[in-house]
């Protein structure tokens, strides 16, 4: 079969569940063509798992009829399966089996063997670079390695067509960017390609896309032209008064303005169809040269196309007391901070200190270090040697009395999945010493705050990604903490929650707490007052987001992102102790 003829059809198809007021997918008719990877983008709920399982005949359409390849999923699911590959968002690799050992499983699974099984091997480890790794355990890959893995996997019998369900969440810049060169080259090779996401920044390197929301089409054809569509809208201010996140705040609750992020030194802004650059220096009180156009990005035609952010400020600085303290007091410290494992260092003599009400993020490749670092940070992991200080105090020695200080959101969820919301609320309160009307009252303001009413004996399992984010930072804040520890916080999430969630962090640091996050979202490095790159073990670079902008600037890239930015200092550093120095 030729790749012209590799196509997905889907003719008024619709999947309802039990339950629900709204359909899952509406009627939908689409044709999609191999020859370039298509993108299905939506925000958290808009159907694009539904969609990828009724295509992987895993679930069947409540009505309308799909063709892969010209097969039925649900009757030619045989036939089909020896011709698809599917890698679900949480992809079924064994952790304890080696990377050799999960391919060979795959390979008895799809009936791979002899001399086939040989050169497929050979082709996969060489195309993934996960050569030199078959004899480590999936579990001890890094999130990166574990993707290639996956991909790996899937394409062991080798498919005709490749469905990739969010295969770049909780991975780093550098990894998302090999995984995309190596489904570009499959692509290239005739292979139909469909890779869900919520990254924006991965939907402009489609060639089309299938842009969906509650379940309904929105957009589709090039990303491109959906961008083009913004031209004359997007902008950059700047306040030599006033500081970003206040800028920020003042600027989305005015009439004219859609959306607004911070980037760098300044905020970006997105004016609504017919609103006035002018008036809106006005309403904000500043001139007119503060206000500088840029050129349009996708993220920015998604959030417009959605209708614009919901909300425009957090309700937790009614709900938060005022943190007392020196602006300029120190209060989380790294000093000399290593941490070895055997041999290895997977922290090694890191230093570096945080203001109260900083936002302070850590970066860094997966498997640099950092969430070793963080852990350390928060008292959950001791040090080998150096020193982890909150509030002046060691969390090797007064770890107890620290953590009645910190608040902390797992990368993975702490939540307890088979809890209601309220239970979960209840839970976390009391562990934090709230009791009898002060816990009641607590539990009652956050609700309100995060509009939990509606969800309140709702088990957690069953919430939508992001209120499982929203529950996970209410039971974080219970105890009104000084310091917020945040891991991978907005990890999967789409940008308007993204949007929503930073609001909240916003309007802490206001309030005069301080915070220290980890992200894989570039875009979002930008929120923090200053970064620490961790690679190796060691901290790399540290600095504002525009300082590490300019030290990765070259005649390449003149005025980088922060994702360029980032990339560039890793390859700085390799290159630099590859000749020994």
């Known amino acids: 079969m030729n790749s012209g003829e590799r196509t997905i059809v889907l003719s008024e198809v619709a999947k309802r569940f039990p339950g629900m007021q709204k359909p899952a997918v509406a009627p939908l008719s689409v044709t999609l063509r191999a020859g370039g990877v298509t993108g299905l983008v939506g925000p958290d709920g808009a159907g694009k798992t539904t969609l990828m399982r009724i295509l992987a005949g895993l679930l069947s359409p409540s009505e309308g009829s799909v063709s892969v390849i010209g097969l039925d999923p649900i009757k030619d699911d045989t036939q089909l399966h020896a011709r698809l590959g599917y890698m679900p968002q949480k992809f079924g690799l064994y952790e304890d089996l080696t990377v050799q050992e999960n391919l060979d499983l795959y390979a008895d699974l799809r009936s791979v063997t002899g001399e086939q099984r040989r050169e497929t091997f050979k082709r996969l480890l060489e195309f993934t670079s996960l050569g030199p790794f078959t004899g480590r355990l999936a579990g001890k890959l890094s999130g990166g390695m574990k993707q290639k893995l996956g991909l790996a996997c899937t394409l062991v019998g080798q498919p005709e067509v490749l469905l990739l369900d969010e295969p770049g969440v909780g991975v780093d810049p550098i990894s998302r960017r090999e995984l995309w060169q190596m489904v570009h080259e499959l692509a290239g090779e005739g292979m139909l390609i469909l890779w869900s996401t919520s990254y924006l920044d991965e939907a402009e390197q489609c060639r089309e896309i299938l842009l969906l929301n509650e379940g309904e089409r929105l957009y589709q054809g090039e990303p491109e032209a959906l961008t083009g569509k913004m031209a004359g809208r997007s902008w950059l201010l700047s306040s030599p008064r006033e500081n970003n996140r206040r800028l920020l705040q003042r600027a989305l609750k005015l009439p004219q303005v859609s959306d607004g992020v911070i980037q760098g030194r300044s905020i970006r802004l997105i004016l609504k169809r017919e609103a006035s650059p002018d008036v809106l220096m006005q309403s904000l009180s500043l001139e ?294």
């Open 288 to 581: 007119r040269d503060r206000l500088t156009e840029t050129a349009p990005r996708f993220e920015d035609a998604f959030i417009d196309l959605l209708g614009g952010i919901d909300e425009s400020e957090s309700p937790l600085g009614a709900v938060l007391h005022q943190i007392k303290g020196q602006p300029d007091e120190t209060v989380i410290e790294a000093n000399m901070l290593t941490k070895k494992f055997g041999d290895f260092a997977a922290t090694d003599n890191v230093n570096f200190q945080v203001k109260r009400g900083e936002i302070f993020g850590l970066l860094g490749p997966n498997g640099a270090g950092k969430s070793t670092t963080f852990k350390m940070m928060c008292g959950l992991l001791v040090p080998t040697s150096g020193s982890a200080q909150v509030l002046g105090m060691d969390l090797k020695t007064s770890s107890g009395a620290a953590r009645q200080h910190l608040g902390y959101m797992a990368q993975k969820f702490s939540l307890y999945g088979n809890l209601t919301v309220a239970q979960n609320l209840r839970f976390f309160s009391g562990i934090y010493g709230l009791r009898g009307r002060e816990q009641a009252d607590k539990i009652a303001r956050m609700s309100e705050a995060f509009n939990f009413g509606p969800i309140f004996n709702q088990t957690t399992d069953d919430l939508p990604l992001g209120f499982k984010q929203r529950l996970a930072l209410a039971c974080s804040l219970m105890h009104e903490p000084d310091i917020l520890f945040l891991d991978e916080p907005t990890s999967g999430v789409d940008p308007l929650t993204r949007r929503e969630f930073w609001l909240h962090i916003n309007s802490m640091v206001e309030r005069g707490v301080t915070v220290m996050v980890t992200t894989h979202f570039m875009d979002e490095a930008e929120y923090c007052d200053r970064i620490g790159l961790v690679y190796h073990g060691k901290l790399i670079a540290s600095g504002t987001p525009d300082d590490l902008k300019a030290q990765a600037a070259d005649s390449q890239h003149p005025d980088p992102t922060m994702e360029q930015a980032f990339i560039s200092l890793i390859h700085d550093w390799d290159k630099e102790h590859a000749n020994g120095n």
